[in-house]
C-alpha cells in the first residue's frame, strides 16, 4: 500500500524537527532515523529531508550511495553483512 504525502509528513516531521536546527551535520542521523521509521528511504523522504536539513539532493543522494547501510529501496528482512577487513573489531553489523 502506498503512503499518502500527508502520513509521510506526519512520520517524518518527529526527525526534521529533532535535527532541522543542526542543518547539515545531522544528515546521517536523520538519513538513518528516516531509514528505521519507513524500512528503507523512499525518494519523497529524502527530498523531504533535503529541504528540512537545506542540504541538496545531489549531496544527499551521494552519502546514500556511498554507505552500504543506507537503503535506497526496500530490502529484505534479514541482511547477511561479510567483514573483508584484516582488522579484527572493525566491522559493524546492521
Do not use: D, N, W
Not at 517524518?12 to 521509521?37: C, F, V, Y
Not at 546514500?64 to 573489531?89: D, H, K, S, W
Amino acid at each position: 500500500m502506498r503512503m499518502t504525502t500527508e502520513e509521510m509528513s506526519k512520520r517524518l516531521a518527529p526527525i526534521l524537527e529533532r535535527h532541522g536546527p543542526a542543518g547539515r551535520k545531522q544528515l546521517m542521523p536523520a538519513l538513518l532515523e528516516a531509514q528505521a521509521e519507513f524500512g528503507h528511504l523512499p525518494q519523497a523522504v529524502v527530498e523531504r529531508i533535503g529541504q528540512g536539513l537545506r542540504v541538496p539532493l545531489a549531496e544527499i543522494k551521494g552519502v546514500i550511495e556511498f554507505y552500504t547501510m543506507l537503503y535506497p529501496e526496500p530490502m529484505g528482512r534479514t541482511m547477511v553483512r561479510v567483514c573483508t577487513t584484516a582488522y579484527r573489531g572493525s566491522c559493524s553489523m546492521g
